[in-house]
């Protein structure tokens, strides 16, 4: 018997062991092919003032009865995703769609299938002498054409432009598939023809340019004689046409200087001369043109006025044979065949900074200057002044194209496949999406609107959404 004011203690529980029942403080429990063994008191409650009314807690604590729903086990919190809110991981969105033969099916040598081109809804893959056009939007074949060379096409205004069998510049309508043979007869050379708008800019066998209307088929103008013989495909900047050219009376029409003519006529209006032969390389951006001068082993950038012909700057001289030429952001990326990359300003010429073991061309976007290090390390550095912005990034396998960007996204493509990683801190956003490029073409893929054509290794060609 207890003391005054203390509740006695409640009797222990009471097993059925014949049932399989158990009787708690009058509370039933199933306890089926288990032994159930309960031991201890239940406390007992607090003394209350008669006058106050008790008022029972939100959730009394006590033993569920028989008709409670059992309680869902604890589970432990998400592991921490890498991937950013609203960004879907890369999916395909089409294909793959066969272009070629795939490897080991065909007894002759394949030609290579390069990477596709793209314009407006159409995608164009170059295999040998046939055309592929492929509708971006859902991967749907369209007629094949067949070209007179192995040289790649070009698109502009709704139409491509190719040297068709007959040796002349044929054209396809994309929209409907109409095929022109030009005329008056005249040759695509390659290397020697561009299309501005709707103007195609090409080189005759005289070293003459001539623009001719795309959609009309007609000629516009053929430039003026010059002391000079032109050797490259021409470009347009600043109301103007601009091609590297050769002396008339020279031989082997090696580049030595950059001739200027005006758009609307053809007319010559200045010739910039240099000392040494110039690369093939050459770059127009905003008003100016960028060439290289070459004098084995050294090379160096002069920057021309488009509109008068006149000098801007000569940068110092480097070592090496040039690979390409980048221009973007202020800045001019020159990088030599030994891989050693020179920022140089766009101002005045002088160097930035310099950079060893880069082994593609320099992706400037947003601020930052993406380069591909021995190919394996993603770096972003500053474009003034090299250095880096986010902790060096290296991937296992091989990088095998310059990387890309998308809003907030950079994206790299190597032997693991494709990696998206975000463009403020360089982590990868998920593991890589599977895919592989294709081996023996050239180009790299064709990205339209946060979707990327590619060529794979199967001679396929797929569309993947970058998310």
Same mark, same amino acid.
């Given at each position: 018997?207890?003391?005054?004011?203390?509740?006695?203690?409640?009797?222990?529980?009471?097993?059925? &062991?014949?049932?399989?029942?158990?009787?708690?403080?009058?509370?039933?429990?199933?306890?089926?092919?288990?032994?159930?063994?309960?031991?201890?008191?239940?406390?007992?409650?607090?003394?209350? +003032?008669?006058?106050?009314?008790?008022?029972?807690?939100?959730?009394?604590?006590?033993?569920?009865?028989?008709?409670?729903?059992?309680?869902?086990?604890? &589970?432990?919190?998400?592991?921490?995703?890498?991937?950013?809110?609203?960004?879907?991981?890369?999916?395909?969105?089409?294909?793959?769609?066969?272009?070629?033969?795939?490897?080991?099916?065909?007894?002759?040598?394949?030609?290579?299938?390069?990477?596709?081109?793209?314009?407006?809804?159409?995608?164009?893959?170059?295999?040998?002498?046939?055309?592929?056009?492929?509708?971006? &939007?859902? *991967?749907?074949?369209?007629?094949?054409?067949?070209?007179?060379?192995?040289?790649?096409?070009?698109?502009?205004?709704?139409?491509?432009?190719?040297?068709?069998?007959?040796?002349?510049?044929?054209?396809?309508?994309?929209?409907?598939?109409?095929?022109?043979?030009? %005329?008056?007869?005249?040759?695509? #050379?390659?290397?020697?023809?561009?299309?501005?708008?709707?103007?195609?800019? /090409?080189?005759?066998?005289?070293?003459?340019?001539?623009?001719?209307?795309?959609?009309?088929?007609?000629?516009?103008?053929?430039?003026?004689?010059?002391?000079? #013989?032109?050797?490259?495909?021409?470009?347009?900047?600043?109301?103007?046409?601009?091609?590297?050219?050769?002396?008339? %009376?020279? /031989?082997?029409?090696?580049?030595?200087?950059?001739?200027?003519?005006?758009?609307?006529?053809?007319?010559?209006?200045?010739?910039?001369? /240099?000392?040494?032969?110039?690369?093939?390389?050459?770059?127009?951006?905003?008003?100016?043109?960028?060439?290289?001068?070459?004098?084995?082993?050294?090379?160096?950038?002069?920057?021309?006025?488009?509109?008068?012909?006149?000098?801007?700057?000569?940068?110092?001289?480097?070592?090496?044979?040039?690979?390409?030429?980048?221009?973007?952001?202020?800045?001019?990326?020159?990088?030599?065949?030994?891989?050693?990359?020179?920022?140089?300003?766009?101002?005045?010429?002088?160097?930035?900074? %310099?950079?060893?073991?880069?082994?593609?061309?320099?992706?400037?976007?947003?601020?930052? =200057?993406?380069?591909?290090?021995?190919?394996?390390?993603? +770096?972003?550095?500053?474009?003034?002044?090299?250095?880096?912005?986010?902790?060096?990034?290296?991937?296992?396998?091989?990088?095998?194209?310059?990387?890309?960007?998308?809003?907030?996204?950079?994206?790299?493509?190597?032997?693991?496949?494709?990696?998206?990683?975000?463009?403020?801190?360089?982590?990868?956003?998920?593991?890589?999406?599977?895919?592989?490029?294709?081996?023996? *073409?050239?180009? =790299?893929?064709?990205?339209?609107?946060?979707?990327?054509?590619?060529?794979?290794?199967?001679?396929?060609?797929?569309?993947?959404?970058?998310?």
């Amino acid at each position: 018997m207890g003391r005054t004011g203390e509740a006695p203690h409640p009797p222990p529980a009471t097993i059925n &062991r014949v049932s399989g029942h158990a009787t708690v403080h009058g509370h039933v429990f199933q306890a089926q092919h288990i032994t159930v063994t309960v031991v201890g008191t239940r406390p007992a409650p607090e003394p209350t +003032a008669p006058t106050a009314p008790t008022v029972p807690p939100a959730s009394p604590p006590h033993p569920p009865g028989a008709d409670d729903a059992p309680r869902p086990p604890a &589970r432990k919190a998400p592991a921490r995703s890498r991937k950013e809110p609203g960004r879907k991981p890369p999916a395909r969105v089409w294909g793959p769609v066969p272009i070629g033969s795939p490897p080991g099916k065909d007894r002759s040598e394949p030609a290579p299938v390069h990477q596709p081109l793209i314009l407006d809804d159409a995608l164009v893959v170059r295999t040998g002498t046939q055309l592929h056009l492929l509708d971006s &939007r859902d *991967g749907h074949r369209r007629p094949l054409v067949t070209t007179g060379t192995g040289s790649g096409p070009l698109l502009g205004a709704g139409h491509l432009c190719f040297q068709g069998l007959n040796r002349e510049i044929n054209t396809v309508e994309l929209r409907t598939g109409r095929r022109h043979r030009w %005329s008056p007869r005249l040759s695509l #050379h390659e290397g020697r023809t561009s299309v501005s708008g709707g103007t195609v800019l /090409t080189v005759g066998p005289d070293g003459l340019v001539v623009a001719m209307d795309l959609r009309r088929r007609d000629r516009l103008w053929t430039m003026t004689e010059m002391d000079c #013989h032109i050797v490259s495909a021409p470009r347009t900047t600043a109301g103007h046409v601009v091609a590297l050219g050769a002396r008339a %009376s020279g /031989t082997g029409r090696v580049p030595d200087r950059v001739a200027g003519l005006h758009e609307e006529d053809g007319s010559g209006h200045w010739l910039y001369p /240099t000392d040494a032969p110039l690369s093939e390389l050459w770059s127009v951006s905003a008003g100016t043109v960028h060439v290289i001068e070459t004098a084995p082993p050294r090379l160096r950038l002069h920057a021309i006025d488009a509109a008068t012909g006149s000098e801007r700057w000569i940068s110092a001289w480097f070592e090496g044979a040039p690979a390409d030429l980048t221009v973007a952001g202020g800045t001019v990326f020159l990088r030599t065949q030994d891989r050693h990359l020179h920022a140089v300003a766009a101002e005045d010429g002088r160097t930035r900074w %310099s950079a060893p073991d880069i082994t593609h061309p320099p992706t400037v976007a947003e601020g930052r =200057v993406l380069l591909v290090e021995n190919a394996t390390t993603l +770096a972003a550095v500053e474009p003034a002044t090299g250095h880096d912005m986010w902790p060096r990034r290296p991937k296992k396998g091989t990088l095998l194209v310059a990387p890309f960007v998308t809003a907030g996204a950079v994206h790299t493509i190597g032997h693991t496949g494709l990696t998206t990683r975000n463009a403020a801190t360089g982590r990868a956003l998920g593991p890589p999406y599977p895919m592989s490029l294709s081996p023996d *073409g050239d180009g =790299v893929p064709a990205l339209v609107g946060g979707v990327l054509c590619f060529t794979n290794a199967r001679r396929e060609v797929e569309a993947v959404s970058l998310g």
